[in-house]
């Protein structure tokens, strides 16, 4: 909400100036009683797109928050919070509520995910055309060398 509110008031203040600056050329002032409706679709038009680009952000904050939380990094954004007082005791709790209930065996623990050890026999199949050149050409040497292996080549 902070943020969206610091959005609004932050476009607002550029519309209305803008607004001002352009009507004060022209010889008239945005105070003015038939300049009303001009103020009003300033305001109405700030707010959707402050809502817009909260939304917006709001989304990102939460695809990023998912796997940088994990890894102890801050969520990217605008005016990114941590998480507060209360969402982190609730997060306590929940944690020593899991863990009591697993003691008690009530629940079973989730098991770790097993770790595949790196193979150094070939390089994989296929590359990300962002990879260095090295690992592309190797990428491709290793679908040539399984290709005449096959007997497709």
Do not use: C, H
């Not at 944690?95 to 009530?106: D, N, P």
């Not at 790196?118 to 962002?130: I, T």
């Amino acid at each position: 909400m902070t943020r969206f509110l610091v959005l609004f008031g932050a476009l607002l203040l550029i519309a209305l100036l803008l607004m001002a600056g352009m009507l004060a050329q022209n010889g008239y002032s945005l105070m003015d009683p038939a300049m009303t409706p001009m103020v009003f679709a300033a305001v109405l038009v700030a707010g959707y797109v402050s809502w817009r680009i909260n939304g917006i952000l709001k989304r990102r904050d939460q695809s990023r928050g998912a796997s940088l939380d994990k890894t102890g990094g801050k969520s990217g954004g605008i005016f990114s919070s941590k998480p507060s007082a209360a969402q982190s005791a609730r997060a306590a709790r929940v944690a020593a509520r899991r863990k009591k209930l697993i003691s008690e065996g009530k629940l079973e623990a989730e098991p770790e995910p097993e770790e595949k050890p790196e193979s150094d026999e070939a390089p994989p199949e296929r590359v990300s055309q962002a990879s260095p050149i090295k690992d592309r050409m190797a990428a491709r040497a290793e679908r040539v060398r399984r290709a005449k292996e096959q007997g497709k080549l």
